[in-house]
């Protein structure tokens, strides 16, 4: 039996950008959903309400930092007292560093909380509201760099692998619908937070998925009550070279990174 989407009230994380705001806006428009928009910058999430003109009182917005746990206590005991219904929790939000060997700990610890932590704070405040509701689900998006690690991204790469084994765990404990969606490059405004110029913007777009076309894809097989989602060519291509060439895998997207001569990898 397929899991229904339409109608349902669904809280998503970096929504106010990138795959996150995609999401948001295509659970409003195609299945009615309301969502429960969360994300740092107030500003950009008021933009984005904006931008759905009659359906905007669909888009509530709800601004805080993912890694801060205590801001999804107080979500949590915001949705009990005023009974809110909640259904699905679409954890979006995270942040990929620039390109570049040897992050401290002090680096990762950031990217961590935000990227890994933040899942977890949101899944242990909500799920026994998601649960309440008869027919929750939890998607967690993690990366494809969790399917083959290569160099330059080693903080990042840890986070979204911890995501997607948390995710699987979760899975096997919980009757509820729970996912791990990940994603190759998509194009965002992921390029520009590196430093890319327009030219490499350019270039990196050319081989990354459409968000549209992404996000799609993405509901159509969550529809489907698939717990692992991989989305783009990039990314079935990294899984499968993983699977078999776990050793040279990593060295092979290494060297053609570096082969690039692009800006954003001179560090890696």
Not at 55 to 69: A, G, T
Request: charged share 25%; net charge positive; with cysteine.
């Amino acid at each position: 039996m397929k899991y229904k989407l339409n109608n349902k009230t669904v809280i998503v994380t970096g929504a106010s950008s990138g795959i996150g705001k995609t999401l948001a806006f295509k659970l409003i428009r195609d299945y009615g959903c309301t969502v429960i928009a969360i994300a740092r910058n107030e500003e950009r999430l008021t933009l984005a309400k904006s931008e759905l003109g009659d359906l905007s009182d669909r888009y509530i917005i709800r601004p805080f930092d993912v890694s801060c746990k205590e801001k999804w206590a107080e979500l949590a005991c915001e949705l009990e007292n005023t009974d809110t219904p909640c259904h699905i929790l679409i954890n979006c939000a995270g942040v990929l560093p620039k390109f570049r060997a040897g992050q401290t700990s002090e680096e990762t610890r950031k990217i961590f909380d935000i990227n890994f932590f933040s899942q977890v704070y949101s899944c242990e405040a909500l799920t026994p509201i998601l649960e309440k509701s008869g027919d929750g689900a939890i998607i967690n998006v993690s990366s494809s760099s969790a399917l083959c690690p290569f160099a330059g991204v080693s903080a990042y790469t840890a986070s979204k692998a911890a995501s997607e084994r948390y995710t699987a765990s979760l899975a096997c404990e919980s009757k509820m619908l729970i996912c791990c969606v990940l994603p190759g490059f998509i194009k965002t405004d992921i390029m520009k937070n590196q430093g890319a110029n327009e030219k490499e913007s350019r270039l990196f777009n050319k081989i990354c998925s459409d968000p549209e076309k992404s996000v799609r894809k993405m509901l159509r097989r969550i529809r489907r009550r698939k717990s692992r989602i991989i989305v783009g060519a990039d990314a079935h291509l990294m899984n499968l070279m993983f699977k078999l060439f776990p050793k040279k895998a990593p060295r092979i997207i290494t060297w053609f990174l570096k082969k690039t001569r692009l800006e954003i990898f001179k560090e890696i």
